[in-house]
């Protein structure tokens, strides 16, 4: 306690890093407000939260502002849409490939395509929302409720932009992700009441037994976000002006989990279209019924065997266009750096993607099993709301967020020649380097 103590002092010591901690508190204050701030035309009493399926994991990572009806019920999730749109086309197309080499204006670009391809998806799901909103709660002319949800919820998608980009200038940085993992922990408390009335008393054993379980699956997903292979490089020794300077020894960290909570989401996006097609046949094919009723339940063990073989597929399809062992070959060759033992070039490439091919492979099984484990939480009585903070996209994400949190703190106290957070080991956060020295 004595050490968590200092630490906190040695941070808020740090001016500008306590200018930082106070601006960030702040713009997640103003998006929290936002929030509970209904749409003009809408009857608060006489709203229906629709949060099955894919609504409810929209209101998790939103903080409640989808089904509070808010000018932040689509929040920071268009601008996440057209930022994977994005990425996608820079690996696809030869046009975008190129203005990714361009540099700052290359990057600059594409930062304003992502902004103009938001507000694009955020008019269509606006349309796609209202929808949603049943017709009693609308208190106005419904064409032109449609009108001006439509304006005001793209003017709350950009807002909640312009606040991400503030925390990442002003704040301890990660906007973007502080966004969406600030709407995830909203939930969290709620969700622990609901959770322990609903064992009440004579299950304060098992609501204990549960919190338990959590802790331990919260440090495995730690452990998945934090592992990494390293593969020593040697570089060459460097003659300088006045003497000979031995080669350096440093690490390439491939990481267990490179594709992130990527291939979850991917995987979940899929899992939507088979109960939407067999809803089309739904009143004159038996099977059509089955098949829809049994995909549109997340813990049937049907759903849950695709789901985790989607996950395997696009672990391995996303870790490949995210991590290029063609360009970390070159790379190196470039810089003189060589593998012990591995010659140069395509030799040198093909023993990076054998070793990212064998990690990737219990890293995805484990994603998959993590991604599944709130469907086996309710299975054992563990009511809808808590079952999300077992796993699933919520716990990686909110998992991930807070180590680059850490990390960044920690590298200012380090800076100033503090005591990092940790008495032993490294935080490692989502954004290393791709050499690490050791």
Not at 59 to 65: K, S
Not at 289 to 296: E, K, L, Q, R
Not at 298 to 327: D, M
Request: net charge positive.
């Amino acid at each position: 306690m004595k050490k968590f103590i200092t630490t906190l002092k040695n941070i808020f010591a740090i001016e500008d890093l306590r200018v930082r901690i106070l601006n960030t508190i702040f713009f997640i204050a103003i998006f929290r407000l936002g929030s509970f701030v209904v749409l003009p035309g809408v009857d608060p009493n006489q709203l229906q939260a629709n949060t099955s399926g894919i609504f409810g994991l929209l209101d998790t990572f939103l903080g409640g502002a989808f089904s509070n009806a808010s000018i932040f019920a689509l929040g920071i999730m268009p601008y996440i849409s057209a930022s994977i749109v994005l990425q996608l086309l820079t690996i696809a197309v030869p046009y975008f490939q190129k203005m990714q080499k361009e540099g700052e204006s290359g990057r600059k670009k594409i930062n304003q395509i992502t902004r103009v391809l938001t507000i694009i998806i955020t008019l269509a799901q606006a349309v796609g929302f209202v929808a949603t909103i049943n017709s009693e709660a609308i208190a106005i002319n419904t064409t032109l409720f449609t009108i001006t949800s439509m304006i005001v919820l793209t003017s709350g998608t950009i807002f909640c932009m312009w606040l991400g980009e503030k925390i990442t200038d002003k704040g301890i940085g990660n906007g973007i992700s502080m966004l969406i993992m600030i709407g995830i922990v909203s939930r969290f408390p709620g969700a622990i009441v609901a959770e322990f009335l609903s064992k009440q008393l004579n299950g304060a054993l098992l609501f204990l037994f549960e919190l338990i379980v959590l802790f331990f699956v919260v440090m495995s997903v730690v452990m998945l976000t934090q592992a990494v292979r390293r593969i020593p490089v040697q570089y060459a020794k460097q003659v300088g002006t006045s003497s000979l300077y031995s080669g350096q020894r440093q690490f390439i960290p491939l990481k267990v989990n490179a594709a992130g909570v990527m291939p979850i989401i991917f995987a979940q996006s899929l899992m939507f279209l088979p109960s939407m097609i067999a809803s089309i046949w739904a009143d004159s094919s038996e099977t059509a019924n089955y098949i829809g009723a049994t995909f549109s339940d997340f813990t049937s063990w049907q759903y849950n065997v695709v789901f985790g073989l989607l996950i395997l597929v696009f672990t391995y399809f996303y870790t490949a266009i995210s991590v290029n062992p063609n360009q970390i070959a070159d790379d190196l060759k470039r810089s003189g750096g060589f593998i012990p033992g591995v010659k140069p070039g395509r030799s040198t490439s093909e023993y990076i993607d054998a070793i990212l091919t064998k990690i990737t492979l219990p890293g995805a099984i484990y994603l998959a099993l993590v991604a599944i484990f709130p469907a086996i939480a309710m299975l054992f009585g563990v009511t809808r709301e808590f079952s999300q903070f077992f796993g699933g996209t919520s716990l990686i994400i909110m998992v991930g967020v807070v180590l680059d949190t850490l990390q960044q703190v920690e590298s200012y106290l380090l800076m100033r020649h503090y005591d990092g957070m940790m008495k032993s080991g490294k935080l490692r956060g989502r954004t290393e380097n791709i050499a690490m020295v050791s």
